[in-house]
Each structure stands twice: as structure tokens, then as C-alpha cells.
T-cell receptor, first 109, second 114 residues
Framework: GIQVEQSPPDLILQEGANSTLRCNFSDSVNNLQWFHQNPWGQLINLFYIPSGTKQNGRLSATTVATERYSLLYISSSQTTDSGVYFCAGGETSGSRLTFGEGTQLTVNP | DVKVTQSSRYLVKRTGEKVFLECVQDMDHENMFWYRQDPGLGLRLIYFSYDVKMKEKGDIPEGYSVSREKKERFSLILESASTNQTSMYLC?????????????FGPGTRLTVT
């Protein structure tokens, strides 16, 4: 099955800083998502992005499918951005997702 | 908005008890999934279902079973709960055959087995 590697595992920022999270896949994926897990454990959908670039406010994501990686950009970080960010990929469109181990982001005031 | 609900946020059970975790989605999704999340191990797939009465084993099915009698409901069953099944359980659903094939998650159930 697919292997998913996220980096960095931990990231500490000052409020207002920018950051880039990376996700590498061992094989091609047709389904790729980014999630943010809030302090209560809920996984919040950030992006469904099997290819291309998307933006939503201060967050954006880019997936280069041919090179099997995806990037999540957080600009002007806020303390509420803290939490764990997961990427996950699936081999076929509606199939199961394999998750990376996550990036623990801490944004300090 | 897609809504996935789970029957309990927190649950405490005793070793050997039969435990039912219920998940309901309201978006007519064909696919439903059960994951567990443990520190240092990430999210791992237990079982999934792509249609009513259909089920497929995920990566860690041992000690679990599932039931899908209706399209909107997917139940996870711990036949005889053990302490190593203490975990966070997350249910998800996604559509089949229509884009985007995005998975949506419920709020999770934190199960403690004593």
C-alpha cells in the first residue's frame, strides 16, 4: 500500500509567521486531502487536492502529482492554527485513505 | 454541509463487554469507514464499507466487526472489549462515483476499556 511521509513532525512558530508543511507519497494517488485536527479531536477538512493549487483564506495547498508530493502553506499564522495537520492519500478515487503521522503545529502569541 | 455523527463522545466500558459504536451520515454517501487513532501510530483503518451489507477489512480488523444494514448507518462492534482497544475511534464517509471524493469525519468517540 501507499506510504505517506509528513514533515516536519513538529513546528513551533510565533504568531504572524508563515510556514510550509510537506507530504510525500510512495506511489501515485488519485485522492489527496489535508486535515486539521482540533483540540477536541475533530478532523476538519482543509483541502481536497489530488492535483493543482487551491487557496482558502490564509491557507493554500499545492499538489504536484507527477512528483508525488503536496505542500500546505499557512500564512500569517494565528494561535488558533495550532493543532495537528494530517495529509492523507488514496490510490483510487473513492477508496480508503492512508494517513501520514501528522505535523504538530504550535503557534505562540 | 456533510454531517457525520457518532453516538457518543466519551465511553467507558469494562473488559469483556460487547461495545457498539454507531455512526450516521446524512449525505447519501456510499462509502463509510472506521479508523482508530493512537498516539505515535496515527490513524489506522479498521473496516470500511462501500455499500449496504458490504464490508471490507482494513489494516487492523482483529477484535472488531461491523454492520451496515442501512446506507446512512455504519456500526463498529467490539465483541469482547479489551484494554488494548482503548483508543479514539473516528468514523468517516465519502461519495462513490461523483467528485469530489472527499472523506468527511465525525467528531470521534474516546473509548476507555478498564
Amino acid at each position: 500500500g501507499i506510504q505517506v511521509e509528513q514533515s516536519p513532525p513538529d513546528l513551533i512558530l510565533q504568531e504572524g509567521a508563515n510556514s510550509t508543511l510537506r507530504c510525500n507519497f510512495s506511489d501515485s494517488v488519485n485522492n489527496l486531502q489535508w486535515f486539521h485536527q482540533n483540540p477536541w479531536g475533530q478532523l476538519i477538512n482543509l483541502f481536497y487536492i489530488p492535483s493543482g493549487t487551491k487557496q482558502n483564506g490564509r491557507l493554500s495547498a499545492t499538489t504536484v502529482a507527477t512528483e508525488r508530493y503536496s505542500l500546505l502553506y499557512i500564512s500569517s499564522s494565528q494561535t488558533t492554527d495550532s493543532g495537528v495537520y494530517f495529509c492523507a492519500g488514496g490510490e483510487t478515487s473513492g477508496s480508503r485513505l492512508t494517513f501520514g503521522e501528522g505535523t504538530q503545529l504550535t503557534v505562540n502569541p | 454541509d456533510v454531517k457525520v455523527t457518532q453516538s457518543s463522545r466519551y465511553l467507558v466500558k469494562r473488559t469483556g463487554e460487547k461495545v457498539f459504536l454507531e455512526c450516521v451520515q446524512d449525505m447519501d454517501h456510499e462509502n463509510m469507514f472506521w479508523y482508530r487513532q493512537d498516539p505515535g501510530l496515527g490513524l489506522r483503518l479498521i473496516y470500511f464499507s462501500y455499500d449496504v451489507k458490504m464490508k471490507e477489512k482494513g489494516d487492523i480488523p482483529e477484535g472488531y466487526s461491523v454492520s451496515r444494514e442501512k446506507k446512512e448507518r455504519f456500526s463498529l462492534i467490539l465483541e469482547s472489549a479489551s484494554t488494548n482497544q482503548t483508543s479514539m475511534y473516528l468514523c468517516a464517509s465519502s461519495p462513490e462515483g461523483r467528485t469530489p471524493y472527499e472523506q468527511y469525519f465525525g467528531p470521534g468517540t474516546r473509548l476507555t476499556v478498564t
